[in-house]
Every structure is written in structure tokens, then in C-alpha cells.
């Protein structure tokens, strides 16, 4: 198993950037399929970014393409998401999940393992 820790969340201005980080435990990190999901309060767990094993292949939802980026450094067990043009929409608990297979990397149910979720705040 891997245990995951999001960090980077904070309150930002509209058009501001943050970077979340997602460091993961063990050394199998690049065995796993990443991703990031957000819950905004009243609202389901809804799908980001995700982001393969060798990292060569990437996925984005329509609502963030163009303005996150999603990237993995497997040499530290950490993935990110750098999050710019940020809009007040944007605001959520984000969660970094994990899995060894992933048949739809846009769905909650493929991931086995997730973070506690960090706090983002976007403010108009």
C-alpha cells in the first residue's frame, strides 16, 4: 500500500497560482497511476488531472485544461499540481489519489489509495 499527504493549499486571488504537492510513502511510487479530485462543499468528489506511471501521459477535466498542469518527480515519491489563472470555482478540498491499475483515470473508483485533502480558497 501507499500512504498519501497533499500539501500546498491555501486562500489566493482570482488569477493567482498555487503549487499542491502529493508525497507518498514506500518505494514503489512509480508503480502507481496518480491523481487529483476536488469536493467543493454540497457537491460530489469530481475528477482534475491524472497523470500515468512514466508519467508520459497526462489527463485533464475540460473545467481545468489550459490552466493546471499536472506533473510526478518519482524520484522524490511526489506529484503536483500546479494550478494557475485560478478561479474563485476553483475553490475545493483537493485530494491526491493513487492506484497500480486504472481503467478510467477520470473516475473515484479506480483509485485504491487517498490523501487527507488540502484546503484551496479562491477568492474574487
Known amino acids: 500500500q501507499v500512504q498519501l499527504v497533499e500539501s500546498g493549499g491555501g486562500l489566493v486571488q482570482a488569477g493567482g497560482s498555487l503549487r499542491l504537492s502529493c508525497a507518498a510513502s514506500g518505494r514503489t511510487f512509480s508503480s502507481f497511476h496518480m491523481g487529483w479530485f476536488r469536493q467543493a462543499p454540497g457537491k460530489e468528489r469530481e475528477f482534475v488531472a491524472a497523470?500515468?506511471?512514466?508519467?508520459?501521459?497526462?489527463y485533464y477535466a475540460d473545467s481545468v485544461e489550459g490552466r493546471f498542469t499536472i506533473s510526478r518527480d518519482n524520484g522524490k515519491n511526489t506529484v503536483y499540481l500546479q494550478m494557475n489563472n485560478l478561479k474563485p470555482e476553483d475553490t475545493a478540498v483537493y485530494y491526491c489519489a493513487a492506484d497500480r491499475t486504472i481503467g478510467s483515470y477520470s473516475s473515484t473508483s479506480s483509485y485504491d489509495y487517498w490523501g487527507q485533502g488540502t484546503q484551496v480558497t479562491v477568492s474574487s
Open positions: 497523470i500515468r506511471r512514466s508519467g508520459l501521459s497526462t
